[in-house]
């Protein structure tokens, strides 16, 4: 073997032609090879075999260790070993067209497997295909008979075949390329409206010479305007609450002349509860003046938000006057409890179960955010821990009624005060002793009455008390702040009895 060709069978410097990454990678750039038949290929290769009166003809790419055919006339196979092919041979020469006329007496290839074996070959042409500057194949002809020189015209022709496969390989590629970004962009503008939706978003783009608005449908929606991918910004204005324009105008005028971006918020017109829209813009392009021409933007629904804002704001001012009403209480009860105890250890034992019953109350309307308890579950939490789990001797019932802070706080001290007192002296303080309580809602809507009833049984004949003891101020008074409440509290001697009346309220669940 010649000692300039490697085991491949190629001369060094073909093979570094072939080899070349930049050739390399213009023709693996093209995607091409592997690719299904195609006519204006085939119609190349036809016209080189009459040019050049030869049976064969093909539109080749040379890779590294194959050279396949993208077109093929009059041979019967796709593609054959870069190490034997005449054009790589074609692609090392350089732009111009490389002859054999008489391959058994050409030095190159006379030991060519293409040569000596079924194919025969005796006489080839080769024009190379240049894309990019790089030459990724070629359009030859090959014969199984020796063939005299080309003439000039006819070299001419196919140099012209070649550079017109060289057009088609590279529109085609340009067409596919097209192809895959449009692809790509559906497929990134579908995400991009998913990610939208999902986020509720409404993107838009506001050409301010034309006063038109090219958006999401969306967008339409969100000002409760006819569905449409095209607004005008004056319908958009029209729509924002008559409350909200001047402020929003102000903003997006002032955010114009000093910045590129603008942020407002505003309501919508027409909706109860209100309905708020934020809005993100930014300018995209300005005339020669410096003024805006093209802003893109965002809007989305804040309305969630701004009620839970207001809900907060609500509650704050709520808790705010809790806790001065709170502070008054527990200042009264301190006072009054001191007053009437005799004992320091007895003013503690007072003091402490109160506003144990006074936290338990607080905590109930805290869970719910002031919003009012229901009158059972007050219940539970003052009037069953004096009662006995194994052997209950206090029965309550009672339609579920809501009951608001006032009424809650109040009552929850009375209900205290009575079943601690029982618990002392009353029925509570005996093992046959009893208590029924039982409320019920008297009248019509708009003008219902809550009636409660506490009654002892079956305990120690009860005296009345020489003097009022706080415990009975504290019932008779726990309900001042509730408007026409009413309590009477009676020591029959059968057991202490008491009625609570107080004005129902259409509290929201």
């Given at each position: 073997m010649?000692?300039?060709v490697?085991?491949t ?6 093979r570094?032609?072939?080899a ?7 023709l ?15 119609r ?6 009459v040019?050049?009166q030869a049976?064969?003809a093909?539109v080749?790419l ?12 009059g ?15 074609a ?6 067209p490389?002859?054999?006329?008489d ?12 040569v ?28 199984r ?6 003439s ?5 022709q196919l140099?012209?075949?070649a ?5 088609l390989?590279?529109l ?5 390329s ?8 559906a497929q990134?503008?579908?995400r991009?409206?998913?990610a939208?939706?999902a986020a509720s978003?409404?993107?838009w783009?506001?050409?301010i010479?034309?006063?038109m ?5 969306r967008l339409?929606e ?12 004056r ?12 402020q ?8 114009l002349?000093g910045?590129?971006?603008?942020f407002?918020?505003?309501?919508v ?26 802003i893109?933007?965002v ?7 701004k009620?839970?804002e207001e ?7 709520e808790l ?13 009860l ?5 007053r009437?105890a ?7 034992e ?11 109350a607080h905590?109930l ?21 004096f009662?006995?789990?194994?052997q ?5 019932s009672?339609p579920?009624l ?6 809650a706080v109040?009552?929850?001290?009375i ?14 303080s005996?093992?046959s002793?009893?208590?029924?309580v039982?409320?019920k ?12 009833t506490?009654?002892?049984?079956d305990?120690?004949q009860v005296q009345p008390?020489?003097?009022?003891g706080?415990?009975?101020i ?14 009477v ?14 004005p129902?309220e259409?509290l929201?669940?």
């Open positions: 010649d000692s300039k490697q085991k069978g190629l001369p060094v410097e073909v570094h032609a072939v070349a990454p930049e050739r390399l990678a213009v693996h750039g093209l995607d091409a090879i592997d690719t299904a038949s195609d006519p204006d290929f085939d190349i290769a036809g016209l080189a075999a040019v050049m049976p064969i093909l080749t040379l890779d590294t260790e194959r050279q396949w055919f993208k077109s093929c006339v041979l019967n196979e796709t593609e054959t070993a870069t190490d034997i092919s005449f054009c790589a041979h692609i090392a020469a350089g732009d111009e490389m002859v054999v006329t391959a058994r007496i050409d030095p190159r290839f006379f030991r060519n497997p293409l000596t074996g079924e194919h025969h070959v005796r006489f080839y042409v080769g024009a190379p295909v240049v894309v990019a500057g790089a030459r990724i194949g070629t359009v030859c002809v090959l014969d008979e020796p063939h005299d020189f080309p000039t015209a006819a070299l001419d140099k012209a075949l550079d017109l496969a060289a057009s390989f590279t085609k590629d340009a067409t596919r097209g192809a895959i970004a449009e692809a790509a962009l990134e503008e579908k991009r409206a998913i939208l939706d978003l409404a993107s783009a506001w050409d010479r034309t006063d608005i090219e958006c999401d449908v339409s969100l000002f409760n305007l006819p569905r449409s991918n095209r607004l005008r910004a319908d958009i204005l029209g729509a924002i609450d008559p409350r909200d324009v001047y929003t105008e102000t903003r997006f005028r002032d955010a002349t910045s590129d971006d603008y407002g918020e505003y309501r017109k027409g909706f109860d509860p209100p309905r708020w829209i934020a809005t993100r813009g930014r300018v995209i392009e300005r005339d020669g003046e410096g003024k805006p021409t093209l893109f933007g809007n989305y629904d804040i309305s969630e938000r009620l839970g809900r907060q704001r609500l509650l704050l001012r705010n006057h809790r806790v001065k009403n709170t502070l008054a209480t527990v200042q009264a301190a006072t009054q409890t001191v009437h005799r004992r320091p250890s007895e003013f503690l007072a003091f402490g179960a109160r506003l144990q019953a006074l936290g338990a905590n309307l805290s869970d719910r955010e002031w919003r009012g308890i229901g009158i059972r579950e007050l219940m539970q939490i003052e009037v069953k821990p009662d006995a789990a194994e209950p001797r206090i029965a309550i009672g579920d809501l009951l608001s802070p006032d009424q109040g009552l929850g001290l209900m205290h005060e009575l079943a601690s007192n029982a618990l002392q002296y009353g029925s509570l005996v093992g002793g009893k208590v029924d039982d409320w809602a008297l009248g019509k809507k708009g003008a219902r009455r809550l009636v409660l506490w009654l002892e049984s305990g120690p008390p020489e003097r009022q706080f415990g009975s504290l019932i008779r008074r726990s309900l001042a702040k509730v408007l026409s409440s009413e309590v509290h009676e020591f029959r001697s059968e057991g202490v009895f008491a009625e609570i009346s107080l129902l259409d929201p669940t």
